[in-house]
């Protein structure tokens, strides 16, 4: 039996601020952003229940068969006790005079 060479994947990470939707482009060999270069908000979320750092999600994209493009966004609720992360003033059901 021949041995098969494992397969190459060219994967490109990007990343999405949960609050503006900007994406920031990753490179090769360069640590991820902490904040939006758009708006400055943090990448990375915290829970207020739990105190634990909750884990972004990704969704891929396969423009061909041996590319894939991961695209990672912040999460709107925690992956451990399902809490509410991003609640705005008009979830809340407050005016913007009263977010103020």
Known sequence: MAKEKPA???ITIDLQCG????IM?????????KF????GAG???FCLKCHKRVEMFFEEWWPEDDE???????ARRCTRCNAVLDVTPEERGMTDEESE
């Open 8 to 10: 190459k994947y060219k």
């Open 19 to 22: 609050i503006c939707g900007a």
């Open 25 to 33: 482009h990753t490179h090769k060999d360069e640590p991820l952003p």
């Open 36 to 39: 939006c270069a758009g708006c």
């Open 43 to 45: 990448l990375y979320k």
């Open 68 to 74: 894939c493009v991961r695209t990672y966004s912040t």
